[in-house]
């Protein structure tokens, strides 16, 4: 089922993303989270750190696994996501840096590497995923026409998502990686439940189809349709290409009661 909840602006959607977070992150024994890096969430974590840094916070017990990681980004290079991950969230709230997992893209065999982090990743149990869309569909890296059931791997970029993302390499997409390893729809369909940010108008058409459409591969997002525990957080801005005539059985939108309905409000 896929909870629907359109939310005036980008700081309203981080907010909520942030209250979400802090629930699970605060379920006895700790938990697991995934996070995923990218503009998306920055709110977020802002949100979650300004709660939490400096403080004993439930954070202090969680598990981190990212979503994707670069290859041929060295270490240390700032733009790394384990770095983004740690500098955005994990370091302000204490998490400690050995509870922060990434695959590693600087083993020679790249392969055995993607192996190891998917077996993690599933031994683990990732309580909640968070996740972003790209405008083109993906998600975590998986480009369109990745089999819904692949596990983490490695992959090509498209052009479009490496023109998208040349922003945090001074708006040059030559010095933006071609391959990423990254989780795979499948592992990332192993998580409990998931929740999709999207903010601004550059994805709403990614973000309509998403809705309108039934699982395709075309669609990397689309394999959603599948997963029981999904609550996407959207600004006005993001829905505004859906017809709610034509959302998927599976979308429920928020209602001003917070109840779950299938008309929109
Ligand atoms: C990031 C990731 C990507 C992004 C997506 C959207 O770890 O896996 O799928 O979530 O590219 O990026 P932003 O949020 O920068 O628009």
Known sequence: MIHVRVLPDADAVGVAAADIIDAVASRPGGAVLGLATGSSPDRAYREIVRRNAGTANPYRRARVFILDEYVGLPPGHPERYAAVISRAITTPVGIPADRLNAPNP???????????????????????????????????????GTPFDARTHVTELTERT????S???????DRVPTRAITQGIGTVLGAGELLL??????????VAE???????LH????????HEAVTVLLDEA???????????????WQTADDRFSRESA
């Open 106 to 144: 600087d083993l020679p065999d790249l392969e055995a590497a993607c192996a190891d982090y998917d077996r993690t990743v599933s031994e683990a149990g990732v309580d909640l995923q968070l996740l972003g869309i790209g405008g083109n569909g993906h998600i975590a890296f998986n480009e369109p």
């Open 162 to 165: 490496r023109r998208d993302n």
């Open 167 to 173: 922003r945090f390499f001074s708006g040059e997409i």
């Open 197 to 206: 940010i999207a903010t601004g108008r550059a994805k709403a058409d990614a």
């Open 210 to 216: 998403f809705l309108h459409t039934e699982p395709s």
């Open 219 to 226: 669609l990397p997002v689309s394999a959603l349709h599948a």
């Open 238 to 252: 993001a829905a505004g290409a859906i017809d709610p005539s034509r959302v998927q059985p599976s979308v429920r």
